[in-house]
């Protein structure tokens, strides 16, 4: 996926591994973080990752008390962040 993979040493990589809530999901230190517009790109990676016999953890908005829950050493990550959208709904009130 050109332009949605980041490797080690490139700043993106470094942004997004540096972001966690859990400082322990900094240790571990995947082999790249991918960013999916869609659910297209997250098949494509799945089924590569699959093909490869390479470990995946997904991130999404959340956060988790356990190591490994968003991320894996010497894997892909997959970082839904940036899939997620969120709908702005105006009301006056919640309640009638």
Same mark, same amino acid.
């Given at each position: 996926?050109?332009?949605?993979? *980041?490797?080690?040493?490139?700043?993106?990589?470094?942004?997004?591994?540096?972001?966690? *809530?859990?400082? *322990?999901?900094?240790?571990?230190?995947?082999?790249?973080?991918?960013?999916?517009?869609?659910?297209?790109?997250?098949?494509?990676?799945?089924?590569?990752?699959?093909?490869?016999?390479?470990?995946?953890?997904?991130?999404?908005?959340?956060?988790?008390?356990?190591?490994?829950?968003?991320?894996?050493?010497?894997?892909?990550?997959?970082?839904?962040?940036?899939?997620?959208?969120?709908?702005?709904?105006?009301?006056?009130?919640?309640?009638?």
């Amino acid at each position: 996926l050109p332009g949605k993979a *980041f490797y080690r040493g490139t700043q993106q990589y470094a942004e997004s591994h540096n972001s966690y *809530f859990a400082a *322990f999901e900094n240790e571990a230190s995947t082999g790249c973080i991918v960013e999916p517009n869609g659910a297209e790109d997250v098949t494509k990676t799945v089924k590569a990752m699959k093909a490869s016999n390479v470990r995946l953890a997904i991130r999404g908005g959340g956060y988790t008390l356990w190591a490994g829950a968003a991320n894996i050493e010497d894997g892909v990550t997959i970082d839904m962040r940036v899939s997620l959208e969120s709908t702005y709904m105006k009301t006056e009130s919640l309640y009638p």
